[in-house]
Each structure stands twice: as C-alpha cells, then as structure tokens.
C-alpha cells in the first residue's frame, strides 16, 4: 500500500508559475498510474492530470493543457506537477492520486490512494 504526501501549494500572483511534488512511501510508485485532482469551493473533484505507470502516457483537462504538465521521479519516489500561466480559476486543493491500474483513467473514484491535499491560491 502506498502512502501519499503532497507539497509546494501556495499563495502565487496570476502567470506565475508553482511546482507540486507528491512524495510516496510504502510501495514504489512504478507500480502505479499516478493523477492530480483538484477541488474548489463550490466546485467537485475535477481531475487535473496524470501519468501511465511506465511514464509513456499522459493526460491532461481541457483547461490546463498546454500549461501545466505532469512528471514522475522513481528514484526520488515522487510524482511531480508543474503549473505555469497560473490563472484565479486554478485556486483549489490539489489532490494526488494512485491506482494499479495500467490504463490511464480520469475519473476520481478509479484511484485507490489520496493524499491530504495541498492548497493553491492564484490572486488576480
């Protein structure tokens, strides 16, 4: 079982840019397709990004593509999301993600592992 930990949310300016890191224990995640979720007030949990098991496949929403871009590092156990062109509407809780399953999937309850969520906020 693996055990998630998010990092790097905070108070940014609109266009700037932030690194998420989220750092896994127990279990290696090369056994894992890993995701970013996010949650906003008002809003529900919108998937945000996330990466096949052998890193060969990603997979973006509609309304960060092009701006934000997931990675992963097995030898630092950590999975990593780059936001760039930062906007107001990417102010939410992301969430980090882990399921077994090969394929890619987007839907939140597909994935298995939750991290406690770290807090992005985007003034204009």
């Known amino acids: 079982q693996v055990q998630l930990v998010e990092s790097g949310g905070r108070l940014v300016q609109a266009v700037d840019s932030l690194r998420l890191s989220c750092s896994a224990s127990g279990r290696t995640i090369r056994y894992y397709a890993m995701a970013w979720f996010r949650h906003a007030p008002g809003k529900g949990r919108e998937f945000v990004a996330a990466?096949?098991?052998?890193?060969?496949?990603?997979e973006y929403a509609d309304s960060v593509k092009g701006r934000f871009s997931i990675s992963r590092d097995t030898a630092e156990n950590t999975v990593y999301l780059q936001m760039n062109s930062l906007k107001p509407e990417d102010t939410a809780v992301y969430y980090c993600?882990?399921?077994?399953?090969?394929?890619?999937?987007?839907?939140?309850?597909?994935?298995?592992?939750w991290g406690q969520g770290t807090q992005v906020t985007v003034s204009s």
């Open positions: 990466i096949r098991r052998d890193s060969l496949m990603t």
């Open positions: 993600a882990a399921n077994t399953a090969f394929i890619l999937v987007t839907r939140w309850d597909e994935y298995d592992y």
